[in-house]
């Protein structure tokens, strides 16, 4: 399962979740990296992934696309919520979205 922490520019961790039981987040990624989207195929289930200011912007791209699209079932739109939410969180600081695999 995958784990989510929000870090400032020091990588002090500020917020945390983690995917849900279905692991939704993961399987999104999964599926995207078929489709070529670029930064979801970097996420790895399990090794850490983290995305700095620059690949936050792209992250929120394309979830935004994908949310405009209308191509997340249910589960995987709840947790692309809490996912973007983050970003841009990590983004207002200046700092780093941290996944961890497990």
């Known amino acids: 399962m995958l ?3 929000v870090e ?3 990588h002090e961790r500020v917020y945390s ?9 993961l399987n999104l990624c999964r599926r995207c990296a078929e489709h070529g989207r670029t930064v979801l195929e ?10 700095n200011v620059k690949q936050l912007e792209m992250l ?6 994908l949310e405009r699209g209308n191509l ?6 709840e947790i692309a ?3 973007n939410s983050a970003a841009l969180h990590a983004r207002g600081l200046s ?8």
């Open 42 to 51: 970097a996420v790895d289930p399990y090794a850490d992934t983290m995305f």
């Open 81 to 83: 919520v809490k996912v």
């Open 60 to 65: 929120l791209k394309e979830l935004d696309a």
């Open 95 to 102: 700092g780093y979205l941290f996944i961890a695999g497990d």
């Open 3 to 5: 784990t989510f922490y």
């Open 8 to 10: 400032n520019q020091l």
């Open 17 to 25: 979740f983690s995917d849900d039981g279905l692991n939704s987040f």
């Open 72 to 77: 997340l079932s249910g589960d995987e739109a």
